[in-house]
């Protein structure tokens, strides 16, 4: 099935207009999402809308509140959230170009890949992308879809462009609070140099399919292997754990980085004798 596009309308850097679809860059069936079940008679679990003293209430009575104090809400009816939501404009606006690694990772939320909508497009298309490149820039603007305005960032992706949604200021916390208690001794120079050798014999290129979901991939199993068996009994395996050593919490950093390196340093092969 072809994927379907999560938006379509037309980028436009001041008086040049580029159509365009978005479609999402991540799988939502991907992760196992289970559901409840009542076991004596194998059905789903569904959720009556009560109020407490009460009991169950019509749909129609139901409006949305938002918690002010504890237990007071202000109440708003789906007339006025309608009146303030956003119009699903159909134009992207590119209105800022920064350096890439001015935006914090914190803020990034969820990848698209952006394509062109036809082959008319795909000139003018090439020409931003490229230009993105070239300068090593990404485009800013807001995305009105669904009612609401997402912040996002667009930047060359192989052939095509990547734009990723980000997080408003509001919706970040800064982390200086959680670190005003962590020591600011210098560490030794021995110490750091043993981490900075473990570091370098581990560093290598990213390849996401190197790392693996081992608690997705044991539940997959897990629920293939009942499914065939078509029982309702628990099936238990054994996990293998990683080595813990004697348990104890207290360790001798300087000995352990050196363990760690002596430990990562790649064997040497032997060498061939030469004939005589």
Same mark, same amino acid.
């Given at each position: 099935?072809?994927?379907?596009?999560?938006?379509?309308?037309?980028? !436009?850097?001041?008086?040049?207009?580029? =159509?365009?679809?978005?479609?999402?860059?991540?799988?939502?069936?991907?992760?196992? /999402?289970?559901?409840? #079940?009542?076991?004596?008679?194998?059905? /789903?679990?569904?959720?009556?809308?009560?109020?407490?003293?009460?009991? =169950?209430?019509? /749909?129609?009575?139901?409006?949305?509140?938002? &918690?002010?104090?504890?237990?007071?809400?202000?109440?708003?009816?789906?007339?006025?959230?309608?009146?303030?939501?956003? &119009?699903?404009?159909?134009?992207?606006?590119? $209105?800022?170009?920064?350096?890439?690694?001015?935006?914090? %990772?914190?803020?990034?939320?969820? =990848?698209?890949?952006?394509? %062109?909508?036809?082959?008319?497009?795909?000139? *003018?298309?090439?020409?931003?992308?490229?230009?993105?490149?070239? +300068?090593?820039?990404?485009?800013?603007?807001?995305?009105?879809?669904?009612?609401? &305005?997402?912040?996002?960032?667009?930047? %060359?992706?192989?052939?095509?462009?990547?734009?990723?949604?980000?997080?408003?200021?509001?919706? $970040?916390?800064?982390?200086?609070?959680?670190?005003?208690? #962590?020591?600011?001794?210098? =560490? !030794?120079?021995?110490?750091?140099?043993?981490?900075?050798?473990?570091?370098?014999?581990?560093? *290598?290129?990213?390849?996401?399919?190197?790392?693996?979901?081992?608690?997705?991939?044991?539940?997959?199993?897990?629920?293939?292997?009942?499914?065939?068996?078509?029982?309702?009994? +628990? $099936?238990?395996?054994? $996990?293998?754990? %990683?080595?813990?050593?004697?348990?104890?919490?207290?360790?001798?950093?300087?000995?352990?980085?050196?363990?760690?390196?002596?430990?990562?340093?790649?064997?040497?092969?032997?060498? !061939?004798?030469?004939? +005589?």
């Amino acid at each position: 099935m072809a994927a379907r596009a999560y938006w379509q309308g037309q980028i !436009r850097l001041a008086l040049v207009s580029i =159509p365009v679809e978005i479609y999402s860059a991540t799988k939502s069936g991907a992760k196992i /999402r289970f559901n409840q #079940i009542h076991e004596p008679s194998g059905k /789903r679990i569904s959720y009556e809308k009560v109020v407490p003293g009460i009991g =169950p209430v019509d /749909r129609d009575e139901i409006i949305k509140g938002y &918690e002010v104090s504890k237990g007071n809400y202000v109440l708003l009816d789906e007339d006025e959230i309608e009146a303030v939501k956003i &119009e699903s404009k159909r134009t992207l606006e590119l $209105v800022q170009f920064v350096d890439a690694c001015e935006i914090d %990772p914190l803020y990034f939320e969820k =990848p698209y890949y952006v394509a %062109p909508q036809d082959e008319l497009a795909e000139e *003018a298309f090439i020409v931003l992308r490229e230009s993105l490149r070239k +300068a090593k820039k990404v485009a800013l603007g807001q995305l009105s879809v669904r009612g609401s &305005e997402k912040l996002v960032a667009i930047k %060359p992706c192989g052939k095509g462009l990547l734009l990723e949604t980000l997080r408003y200021a509001d919706e $970040v916390r800064a982390g200086q609070a959680f670190f005003d208690d #962590i020591d600011e001794a210098k =560490p !030794r120079k021995e110490l750091l140099d043993l981490a900075n050798t473990l570091i370098d014999q581990k560093s *290598a290129p990213f390849d996401a399919s190197e790392f693996e979901d081992r608690y997705g991939q044991a539940l997959r199993k897990l629920i293939d292997k009942k499914a065939k068996s078509k029982s309702k009994s +628990a $099936v238990i395996e054994d $996990v293998d754990e %990683p080595g813990g050593g004697d348990g104890s919490n207290v360790i001798d950093l300087m000995a352990a980085l050196k363990q760690s390196v002596n430990e990562d340093k790649p064997k040497k092969s032997a060498r !061939r004798k030469k004939s +005589a």
